[in-house]
């Protein structure tokens, strides 16, 4: 059976928990402003979710990446990526990485540093949006829209609606209550795989 992180069931939890602002409200009418300001609220929150997820998931994956080498049982996919995308500029020896890696030292060293480099660039992703998306994981060796276009899709789709709900005042009327709750189960139904990829491919190792 496929596992799923801990990080897709906190998801889960945390827009369950969002949910409980619009749980009362009409499910296909938008009767007032006080209804309108929750369903905001809502979608802003669980756009926050998916971000924080998609980040966290990144970096979970490196650290059992990182883990798998750590063990002894090669170079992890998501590793040998990540260090040829964030490359050392103090290691000069590494350009020809192939050539250098049974040298662990040195790997140790280049997967911290690129590890530490995509932390950092996170904190410059804001959105959930396609370039954000590959901002995320391209680093890693993954292209969310190759692995599932459907699923990239539907996050740039949230992502666009974030960003209208977050500018303008007034909230779509085609959006109460049961759409944006679609919405978002849509979502979280696609990340399932996806984060099951994820934990998988964590363990896959880079052949020479």
């Not at 140790?108 to 410059?124: E, G, K, M, N």
Request: hydrophobic share 40%.
């Amino acid at each position: 059976m496929l596992e799923t992180s801990a990080e897709f069931h906190q998801l889960q939890l945390s827009c369950a928990r969002s949910g409980g602002l619009i749980r009362d409200l009409h499910p296909h009418l938008i009767p007032n402003d006080d209804h309108e300001m929750r369903l905001k609220s809502y979608v802003l929150l669980c756009h926050a979710a998916f971000e924080e997820y998609l980040e966290k998931a990144s970096l979970v994956t490196l650290e059992h990446a990182f883990a798998v080498f750590e063990d002894g049982a090669g170079i992890p996919k998501a590793l040998f990526a990540l260090a040829s995308y964030y490359e050392n500029p103090v290691q000069k020896n590494l350009t020809n990485f192939r050539a250098t890696t049974h040298h662990r030292s040195i790997c140790r060293d280049a997967f911290q540093w690129a590890i530490q480099s995509h932390r950092a660039a996170l904190a410059d992703v804001h959105g959930i949006r396609t370039h954000h998306q590959d901002s995320v994981f391209m680093p890693l060796g993954i292209k969310v829209h190759s692995f599932d276009h459907i699923l990239s899709q539907a996050l740039n789709s949230y992502g666009q609606g974030r960003g209208r709900v977050a500018h303008e005042f007034r909230i779509a009327h085609q959006h109460p209550r049961a759409a944006c709750e679609q919405n978002v189960k849509q979502v979280i139904q696609l990340l399932l795989p996806f984060d099951q990829m994820l934990n998988s491919y964590s363990g896959e190792l880079f052949m020479l």
